[in-house]
């Protein structure tokens, strides 16, 4: 499924318990967060240790902490994907991917 939202002034403005509390647990009715090692959202953007689960504790979700990935020693993310993929490096994206494209 897929949701859109508009974005709007308003919506770029909520901080990450907002939008937990209104989007994700208010109209989606979350049950668990998958977050990565370092994710943030919100406004605020808050990457405290336990932030998500404590918010998970007030609003009654569970936390999944996805661990930070190393492939032959270098961090695999969507950002350093992202990077090579404009660097033209499609082979080095594919082989971190573990996958072509």
Do not use: Q, W
């Not at 709007?8 to 208010?26: D, I, K, N, Q, W």
């Not at 569970?62 to 032959?72: K, N």
């Not at 350093?80 to 494209?101: D, P, Q």
């Amino acid at each position: 499924e897929m949701i859109v939202v508009e974005f709007t002034m308003e919506f770029a403005s909520l901080t990450s318990e907002e939008f937990v509390r209104e989007l994700l647990c208010g109209k989606l009715g979350m049950h668990t967060l998958a977050v990565g090692y370092n994710h943030r959202f919100g406004h605020d953007r808050y990457v405290a240790d336990d932030h998500f689960e404590r918010l998970g504790e007030r609003y009654g979700f569970e936390v999944a902490r996805i661990p930070e990935y190393r492939f032959e020693g270098e961090k695999i993310s969507s950002s350093v994907i992202r990077n090579l993929l404009s660097e033209g490096k499609l082979e080095r994206a594919e082989e971190l991917l573990g996958h072509k494209l």
